[in-house]
Nanobody, 117 residues
Framework: QVQLEESGGGSVQPGGSLKLSCTVT????????MGWFRQAPGKEREWVST???????TYAESVKGRFTISQDNGDNSLYLEMNSLKTEDTAVYYC???????????WGQGTQVTVSP
């Protein structure tokens, strides 16, 4: 069974930076793609970024140019480097992996990111 665990969240001031990590445990015989989502208080979970096996990545417009997604193909770890953080980036950030025969989605438990003056 694949499990994901995020880390690296915390509190920063606007303009600051954080790097989130997602550690993957369990055997993955097929990895379709991985990504990051976030959920702010009182809002629905929203997509942040996706990275595919060929290394190509896409970003939500709200984070483009400020966030960078990357992965370690050796151990399937996933990262999200976040720069120039804004108060509106405050949310719980979730790692997601689409794996297995049917590219089923597995979620991590989330890590809190708080951006405030």
């Amino acid at each position: 069974q694949v499990q994901l665990e995020e880390s690296g969240g915390g509190s920063v001031q606007p303009g600051g930076s954080l790097k989130l990590s997602c550690t993957v445990t369990g055997y993955i015989f097929r990895r379709c793609e991985m990504g990051w989502f976030r959920q702010a208080p009182g809002k629905e979970r929203e997509w942040v970024s996706t990275i595919r096996n060929d290394g190509t990545s896409t970003y939500a417009e709200s984070v483009k140019g400020r966030f960078t997604i990357s992965q370690d193909n050796g151990d399937n770890s996933l990262y999200l480097e976040m720069n120039s953080l804004k108060t509106e980036d405050t949310a719980v950030y979730y790692c997601a992996a689409d794996v297995g025969r049917f590219c089923s989605r597995t979620w991590g438990q989330g890590t809190q990111v708080t951006v405030s003056p």
